[in-house]
């Protein structure tokens, strides 16, 4: 059984858990299910908005896909979030991010 089937499987039991959704939309990008990640992100996001590492990797993707204004956006909201959280790694992180989006305008 692949990850993506036994991620599946997890989520039957669990289908909210975010830990298991950014796993599986981290699976989905590796096979450029790119809208299937982004949809699993974004649905952590709504629910849990203090599930600080779905934001860099939905800007990451947004990115990717072209749309480098809104992952900027989404950049800043997981700044806020981090820096709410007291969580400097990730606000760093988030930060580079986003500075390196907005050199590529």
Known sequence: MGRIEKLLEYMRESDKDSFLQHALALEYIKIGKD????????????REPTYIGSYYHLGKLLERVGDRPKAIRVYERGMEEAKRAGDNHAYNELMGAKEDAEEED
Request: proline share 0%; aromatic share 8%; no cysteine.
């Open 35 to 46: 809208e299937d990640a982004r949809n699993l992100f974004n649905e952590i996001l709504k």
